[in-house]
């Protein structure tokens, strides 16, 4: 990495259609990051129809969480000591249940989360974005009608794969899923504002990529023009 000053490992929370995704992506290319992501290795576990897969489809597609335990073996079977790769958790930990889980794979894997960032956004303006957002289902990028187009109307920029919406992107779906953010993510950040407070980044999720993207990179303590230096715990 040739930014020694920012985070070595961080996990990255937003309410489903905050940009998370976008921003874990542009982070993980500028900055090497491995991009640890929950949702979209259970995506890739139901494509596969694994044994994994066929058990977590349902949970996906109502919008309720997977059962920590399930989690759990997804991260066993995936999550590897990181060496010398900084990891990026996008969508992991969702759930109180979930913080122990990272703290046990902190230890026996030999790393230490240096930055919880926050993606702030209204309800209402993440249940709008929602509606517009697009996936390649052959590579998983992201696209967002009017946020983030690709070149070709419905078309993956790169595979050339027709662009489809999630299905726990219609709108009953969506609603759903902004409550069981509500319920579960606010006591987890609120645990690490109070464990670790020098870690806890917010960012204002609310603004044009672009400017939520400098935003973010100012926060994780970026210094070619940037102030902000990143606390070691
Ligand atoms: P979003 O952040 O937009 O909801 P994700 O791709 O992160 O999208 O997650 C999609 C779905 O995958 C969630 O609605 C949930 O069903 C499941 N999921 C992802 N990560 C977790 C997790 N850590 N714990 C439980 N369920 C999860």
Redesign the pocket.
């Known amino acids: 990495m040739s930014h020694p000053e920012i985070p070595q490992h961080l996990v990255i929370f937003g309410r489903?259609?905050c940009g998370k995704s976008s921003l874990a992506e542009r982070l993980g290319s500028e900055f090497g990051y491995t991009l640890i992501?929950?949702?979209?290795m259970?995506r890739e576990a139901i494509r596969r129809q694994d044994f994994l897969g066929k058990r977590v489809e349902i949970?996906?597609a109502k919008?309720?969480?997977?059962p920590d335990p399930l989690?759990f073996e997804l991260l066993e079977l995936n999550l590897k000591s990181p060496g010398t790769a900084h990891l990026l958790f996008?969508?992991?930990?969702?759930?109180m249940g979930?913080v122990p889980l990272l703290e046990q794979f902190e230890k026996r894997l030999d790393f230490r989360i240096d930055c919880y960032l926050e993606i702030e956004v209204s309800r209402a303006e993440a249940v709008a974005r929602m509606t517009g957002r697009r996936v390649c289902p052959k590579c998983g990028t992201t696209y967002h009608l009017i946020a983030r187009p690709p070149k070709v109307a419905e078309t993956c920029d790169l595979d050339g794969t027709p662009l489809e919406r999630r299905k726990?992107d219609k709108k009953e779906v969506v609603e759903f899923?902004q409550q069981v953010y509500d319920d579960n993510a606010l006591p987890i950040l609120q645990y690490y504002e109070a464990r670790y407070p020098g870690l806890c980044r917010k960012v204002n999720g609310e603004q044009p990529f672009e400017a939520v993207y400098s935003e973010t990179r100012r926060a994780l303590g970026v210094t070619d023009g940037a102030d902000q230096g990143t606390a070691k715990r």
């Open positions: 489903p259609g992501r929950t949702g979209e259970l949970h996906l919008g309720e969480l997977v989690i996008d969508g992991f930990p969702r759930t979930q726990d899923r």
